[in-house]
Protein backbone atom coordinates (compact mmCIF):
# COMPACT_ATOMS: atom_id res chain seq x y z
CA UNK A 1 0.00 0.00 0.00
CA UNK A 2 1.25 3.51 -0.71
CA UNK A 3 1.86 5.46 2.06
CA UNK A 4 0.46 8.94 1.30
CA UNK A 5 1.29 10.58 4.76
CA UNK A 6 5.31 9.82 4.61
CA UNK A 7 4.70 10.82 0.45
CA UNK A 8 3.54 14.26 1.82
CA UNK A 9 6.20 14.70 4.53
CA UNK A 10 8.85 13.80 1.98
CA UNK A 11 7.19 16.69 -0.26
CA UNK A 12 6.70 19.21 2.26
CA UNK A 13 10.38 18.75 4.26
CA UNK A 14 11.68 18.67 0.55
CA UNK A 15 10.42 21.49 -0.77
CA UNK A 16 11.51 23.48 2.58
CA UNK A 17 14.73 22.36 2.79
CA UNK A 18 15.52 23.49 -1.30
CA UNK A 19 13.44 26.71 -0.65
CA UNK A 20 15.63 27.45 2.35
CA UNK A 21 18.90 26.96 -0.24
CA UNK A 22 17.11 29.25 -2.75
CA UNK A 23 15.64 32.14 -0.71
CA UNK A 24 19.36 33.96 -0.59
CA UNK A 25 19.79 33.82 -4.34
CA UNK A 26 16.04 35.12 -5.03
CA UNK A 27 15.78 37.95 -2.07
CA UNK A 28 20.20 39.13 -2.66
CA UNK A 29 20.78 37.70 -6.21
CA UNK A 30 19.62 40.71 -8.71
CA UNK A 31 21.32 43.78 -6.34
CA UNK A 32 23.74 42.19 -3.52
CA UNK A 33 23.45 44.44 -0.60
CA UNK A 34 27.32 44.70 1.00
CA UNK A 35 26.26 43.34 4.22
CA UNK A 36 25.31 40.07 2.41
CA UNK A 37 28.63 40.70 0.48
CA UNK A 38 30.99 40.82 3.75
CA UNK A 39 28.89 38.00 4.87
CA UNK A 40 30.22 35.79 1.68
CA UNK A 41 33.58 36.92 2.82
CA UNK A 42 33.58 35.59 6.26
CA UNK A 43 30.94 33.46 6.39
CA UNK A 44 32.68 30.12 5.66
CA UNK A 45 34.83 30.23 8.18
CA UNK A 46 32.32 30.83 10.76
CA UNK A 47 29.95 28.41 9.05
CA UNK A 48 32.88 25.52 9.06
CA UNK A 49 33.56 25.50 12.84
CA UNK A 50 29.96 25.50 13.24
CA UNK A 51 29.76 22.52 11.26
CA UNK A 52 32.72 21.00 12.72
CA UNK A 53 30.67 21.55 16.11
CA UNK A 54 27.36 20.63 14.98
CA UNK A 55 28.82 17.04 13.83
CA UNK A 56 29.63 16.40 17.16
CA UNK A 57 26.64 17.61 18.93
CA UNK A 58 25.73 13.77 20.32
CA UNK A 59 28.96 13.82 22.42
CA UNK A 60 28.59 13.66 26.06
CA UNK A 61 31.51 14.18 28.77
CA UNK A 62 29.93 12.64 31.20
CA UNK A 63 28.22 9.49 29.62
CA UNK A 64 29.11 6.50 27.22
CA UNK A 65 32.62 7.01 26.16
CA UNK A 66 33.29 10.39 27.50
CA UNK A 67 33.87 11.93 24.42
CA UNK A 68 37.42 10.54 24.64
CA UNK A 69 36.89 8.40 21.24
CA UNK A 70 35.84 11.93 19.05
CA UNK A 71 38.78 14.41 21.26
CA UNK A 72 41.37 11.92 20.20
CA UNK A 73 40.42 11.82 16.29
CA UNK A 74 39.91 15.11 15.84
CA UNK A 75 43.36 16.00 17.62
CA UNK A 76 45.09 13.36 15.16
CA UNK A 77 42.86 15.32 12.11
CA UNK A 78 44.54 18.47 13.69
CA UNK A 79 48.32 17.07 14.18
CA UNK A 80 47.92 15.61 11.15
CA UNK A 81 46.89 18.18 8.61
CA UNK A 82 49.33 21.09 10.18
CA UNK A 83 52.15 18.44 9.57
CA UNK A 84 51.55 17.19 6.43
CA UNK A 85 48.47 19.43 4.76
CA UNK A 86 47.14 16.47 3.06
CA UNK A 87 43.23 16.25 3.06
CA UNK A 88 42.54 12.39 2.49
CA UNK A 89 45.47 11.32 4.59
CA UNK A 90 43.93 13.55 7.78
CA UNK A 91 40.30 12.21 6.92
CA UNK A 92 41.48 8.21 6.40
CA UNK A 93 43.37 8.04 9.72
CA UNK A 94 41.48 10.05 11.73
CA UNK A 95 38.87 8.04 10.79
CA UNK A 96 40.32 4.90 11.06
CA UNK A 97 41.28 5.74 14.24
CA UNK A 98 37.52 6.71 15.47
CA UNK A 99 36.40 3.32 14.01
CA UNK A 100 39.05 1.45 16.23
CA UNK A 101 38.50 3.17 19.52
CA UNK A 102 34.37 2.71 19.02
CA UNK A 103 34.98 -0.97 17.85
CA UNK A 104 37.57 -2.44 19.50
CA UNK A 105 38.01 0.39 22.80
CA UNK A 106 35.18 2.04 23.57
CA UNK A 107 32.26 -0.29 23.19
CA UNK B 1 36.46 17.31 -13.05
CA UNK B 2 39.65 15.29 -11.83
CA UNK B 3 40.19 17.47 -8.97
CA UNK B 4 36.23 17.49 -8.32
CA UNK B 5 36.67 14.14 -8.07
CA UNK B 6 39.86 14.07 -6.10
CA UNK B 7 38.39 16.83 -3.61
CA UNK B 8 34.89 14.19 -3.00
CA UNK B 9 36.70 11.20 -2.32
CA UNK B 10 35.82 12.06 1.52
CA UNK B 11 32.59 13.01 0.69
CA UNK B 12 32.27 9.75 -1.06
CA UNK B 13 32.97 7.49 1.50
CA UNK B 14 30.63 9.51 4.35
CA UNK B 15 27.61 9.85 1.86
CA UNK B 16 27.51 6.03 0.63
CA UNK B 17 27.80 4.91 4.34
CA UNK B 18 25.25 7.24 5.73
CA UNK B 19 23.23 6.62 2.51
CA UNK B 20 23.21 2.82 2.97
CA UNK B 21 22.41 3.53 6.57
CA UNK B 22 19.56 5.50 5.72
CA UNK B 23 18.76 3.17 2.95
CA UNK B 24 18.55 0.29 5.99
CA UNK B 25 16.27 2.36 8.00
CA UNK B 26 14.46 3.14 5.38
CA UNK B 27 13.75 -0.53 4.96
CA UNK B 28 13.60 -1.59 8.30
CA UNK B 29 10.81 0.93 8.94
CA UNK B 30 8.82 -0.60 5.50
CA UNK B 31 10.20 1.35 2.67
CA UNK B 32 11.57 0.49 0.00
CA UNK B 33 14.84 1.51 -1.97
CA UNK B 34 12.36 3.38 -3.71
CA UNK B 35 11.21 5.51 -0.93
CA UNK B 36 15.23 5.80 0.05
CA UNK B 37 15.74 6.95 -4.22
CA UNK B 38 12.41 9.55 -3.84
CA UNK B 39 13.94 11.08 -0.70
CA UNK B 40 17.39 11.24 -1.77
CA UNK B 41 16.42 13.24 -4.67
CA UNK B 42 13.54 15.13 -3.27
CA UNK B 43 14.94 16.26 -0.26
CA UNK B 44 18.62 15.51 -0.77
CA UNK B 45 19.43 16.36 3.35
CA UNK B 46 21.13 13.90 5.24
CA UNK B 47 20.15 14.85 8.49
CA UNK B 48 16.53 16.01 7.08
CA UNK B 49 15.69 12.54 5.75
CA UNK B 50 16.68 11.13 8.73
CA UNK B 51 14.23 13.12 11.12
CA UNK B 52 11.70 12.73 8.47
CA UNK B 53 11.93 9.04 9.44
CA UNK B 54 10.87 10.03 12.48
CA UNK B 55 7.73 12.03 11.45
CA UNK B 56 6.41 9.22 9.39
CA UNK B 57 4.50 7.31 12.54
CA UNK B 58 1.90 10.51 11.86
CA UNK B 59 3.46 13.35 12.66
CA UNK B 60 0.89 16.11 11.77
CA UNK B 61 1.82 18.28 8.40
CA UNK B 62 2.23 21.34 10.78
CA UNK B 63 5.00 19.98 12.68
CA UNK B 64 6.63 18.86 9.71
CA UNK B 65 7.15 22.06 8.16
CA UNK B 66 8.10 23.61 11.28
CA UNK B 67 11.08 20.54 11.77
CA UNK B 68 11.90 21.14 8.62
CA UNK B 69 12.31 24.90 8.85
CA UNK B 70 14.72 24.49 12.09
CA UNK B 71 16.54 21.74 10.90
CA UNK B 72 17.49 23.07 7.36
CA UNK B 73 17.87 26.48 8.13
CA UNK B 74 21.81 26.34 7.76
CA UNK B 75 21.55 26.21 4.45
CA UNK B 76 20.40 30.13 4.55
CA UNK B 77 23.94 30.64 5.14
CA UNK B 78 25.08 28.97 2.43
CA UNK B 79 23.13 30.51 -0.01
CA UNK B 80 24.33 33.84 1.43
CA UNK B 81 27.90 33.08 0.92
CA UNK B 82 27.72 31.85 -2.71
CA UNK B 83 25.41 34.55 -4.01
CA UNK B 84 28.22 36.33 -5.44
CA UNK B 85 29.88 33.53 -6.31
CA UNK B 86 27.35 31.74 -8.14
CA UNK B 87 26.56 34.91 -9.92
CA UNK B 88 28.08 34.51 -13.42
CA UNK B 89 26.56 30.92 -13.79
CA UNK B 90 22.95 30.87 -16.09
CA UNK B 91 20.27 28.98 -16.55
CA UNK B 92 19.49 24.96 -15.31
CA UNK B 93 23.12 24.88 -13.78
CA UNK B 94 22.49 27.34 -11.61
CA UNK B 95 19.45 25.87 -10.36
CA UNK B 96 20.69 22.82 -10.31
CA UNK B 97 23.63 23.72 -8.23
CA UNK B 98 21.40 25.76 -5.36
CA UNK B 99 19.56 23.08 -5.56
CA UNK B 100 22.11 20.18 -4.72
CA UNK B 101 24.23 22.95 -2.16
CA UNK B 102 24.42 20.52 1.14
CA UNK B 103 26.02 20.46 4.23
CA UNK B 104 29.34 18.80 2.16
CA UNK B 105 28.65 20.33 -0.94
CA UNK B 106 29.16 23.56 0.53
CA UNK B 107 32.37 22.93 2.50
CA UNK B 108 33.84 22.26 -0.67
CA UNK B 109 32.65 24.62 -3.20
CA UNK B 110 33.33 27.81 -0.96
CA UNK B 111 36.94 27.64 -1.08
CA UNK B 112 36.65 27.74 -4.99
CA UNK B 113 36.03 30.38 -7.71
CA UNK B 114 35.76 27.85 -10.87
CA UNK B 115 32.25 27.46 -11.90
CA UNK B 116 32.97 23.87 -13.61
CA UNK B 117 34.65 22.39 -10.59
CA UNK B 118 31.93 23.47 -8.27
CA UNK B 119 29.35 21.94 -10.88
CA UNK B 120 31.45 18.90 -10.52
CA UNK B 121 31.75 18.69 -6.89
CA UNK B 122 27.69 19.02 -6.78
CA UNK B 123 26.87 16.39 -9.04
CA UNK B 124 29.24 13.96 -8.10
CA UNK B 125 28.17 14.22 -4.22
CA UNK B 126 24.40 14.00 -5.47
CA UNK B 127 25.37 10.51 -7.45
CA UNK B 128 26.99 9.38 -4.39
CA UNK B 129 24.21 10.15 -1.89
CA UNK B 130 21.65 8.56 -4.43
CA UNK B 131 23.65 5.90 -4.72
CA UNK B 132 24.29 5.06 -1.05
CA UNK B 133 20.83 5.66 -0.28
CA UNK B 134 19.65 3.11 -3.09
CA UNK B 135 21.98 0.33 -2.07
CA UNK B 136 20.89 0.31 1.69
CA UNK B 137 17.29 0.22 0.93
CA UNK B 138 18.45 -3.17 -1.29
CA UNK B 139 20.85 -4.86 0.95
CA UNK B 140 18.12 -4.69 3.78
CA UNK B 141 20.14 -5.86 6.94
CA UNK B 142 23.22 -7.55 5.40
CA UNK B 143 26.03 -5.61 6.41
CA UNK B 144 29.46 -6.33 4.64
CA UNK B 145 31.62 -5.24 7.70
CA UNK B 146 31.72 -3.61 10.72
CA UNK B 147 31.42 0.19 9.65
CA UNK B 148 30.38 1.55 13.32
CA UNK B 149 32.36 4.92 13.03
CA UNK B 150 32.53 5.31 9.61
CA UNK B 151 30.49 8.50 9.49
CA UNK B 152 33.20 10.09 11.67
CA UNK B 153 34.52 10.83 7.86
CA UNK B 154 32.42 13.82 7.42
CA UNK B 155 33.08 15.37 10.91
CA UNK B 156 37.09 14.84 10.15
CA UNK B 157 36.40 16.49 6.41
CA UNK B 158 35.29 19.33 8.15
CA UNK B 159 37.99 19.50 10.79
CA UNK B 160 40.46 19.29 8.00
CA UNK B 161 38.55 22.49 6.30
CA UNK B 162 38.80 24.26 9.35
CA UNK B 163 42.42 23.74 9.79
CA UNK B 164 43.11 24.51 6.23
CA UNK B 165 41.21 27.89 6.36
CA UNK B 166 43.03 28.42 9.27
CA UNK B 167 46.31 28.02 8.20
CA UNK B 168 45.07 30.11 5.15
CA UNK B 169 44.24 33.19 6.35
CA UNK B 170 45.39 35.71 8.70
CA UNK B 171 42.06 36.60 9.98
CA UNK B 172 41.13 34.28 12.77
CA UNK B 173 37.89 36.18 13.79
CA UNK B 174 35.76 34.22 11.65
CA UNK B 175 36.22 31.06 12.74
CA UNK B 176 36.56 32.00 16.42
CA UNK B 177 33.14 33.18 16.27
CA UNK B 178 31.62 30.10 14.47
CA UNK B 179 33.42 27.76 17.46
CA UNK B 180 32.62 30.16 20.43
CA UNK B 181 28.66 31.00 19.66
CA UNK B 182 28.10 26.98 18.09
CA UNK B 183 29.19 25.47 21.80
CA UNK B 184 27.81 28.57 23.62
CA UNK B 185 24.60 27.68 22.09
CA UNK B 186 25.11 23.73 22.44
CA UNK B 187 25.41 24.45 26.25
CA UNK B 188 22.66 26.13 26.66
CA UNK B 189 20.15 25.05 24.14
CA UNK B 190 21.11 21.82 24.03
CA UNK B 191 22.22 19.48 20.74
CA UNK B 192 18.86 19.49 18.80
CA UNK B 193 17.72 23.24 19.15
CA UNK B 194 21.24 25.17 19.10
CA UNK B 195 22.11 25.34 15.57
CA UNK B 196 19.21 28.37 14.61
CA UNK B 197 20.30 30.53 17.94
CA UNK B 198 24.01 30.42 17.09
CA UNK B 199 23.28 31.48 13.39
CA UNK B 200 21.91 34.59 14.81
CA UNK B 201 24.81 35.04 17.50
CA UNK B 202 27.26 34.26 14.69
CA UNK B 203 25.73 37.10 12.49
CA UNK B 204 25.31 39.09 15.53
CA UNK B 205 29.06 39.06 16.08
CA UNK B 206 29.87 39.90 12.57
CA UNK B 207 28.10 42.60 11.77
CA UNK B 208 29.79 44.47 15.36
CA UNK B 209 32.82 43.49 13.74
CA UNK B 210 32.36 44.53 10.21
CA UNK B 211 34.08 47.94 10.72
CA UNK B 212 37.07 46.28 12.56
CA UNK B 213 37.54 43.56 10.01
CA UNK B 214 36.97 45.93 6.77
CA UNK B 215 39.92 48.23 8.12
CA UNK B 216 42.15 45.64 9.40
CA UNK B 217 42.22 42.41 7.18
CA UNK B 218 40.16 44.13 4.20
CA UNK B 219 37.42 41.42 4.12
Known amino acids: MFDVHAGYIILISGAITVGLRFLPFIAFGHKTPKFILYLGRVLPYAVMTMLAVYCLREVSFFKGSHGIPEAAACIVVVILHVWRRNTILSIISGTLLYMFLVQAVFY | ?219
Not at chain 2, 94 to 108: G, N, Q, R
Not at chain 2, 111 to 121: L, R, T
Not at chain 2, 137 to 157: E, V, Y
Request: aromatic share 12%; proline share 2%.
Open chain 2, 1 to 219: MRRAFKDTIPVMTGYIVLGIGYGILMSAKGYSALWALAAGIIIYSGTMQFVAIDLFSGAPLGTVALTSLMVSARHLFYGVSMVERYKKIRGLKKLYMIYALTDETYSLVCESDDEDYCFWVSLLDHLYWIIGGVLGGLLGQIIPFDSRGIDFALTALFVTICVEQWLNTENHTPALIGICSSVLCLLVFGANNFLIPSMILITVFLFILRKKMEQNYNV
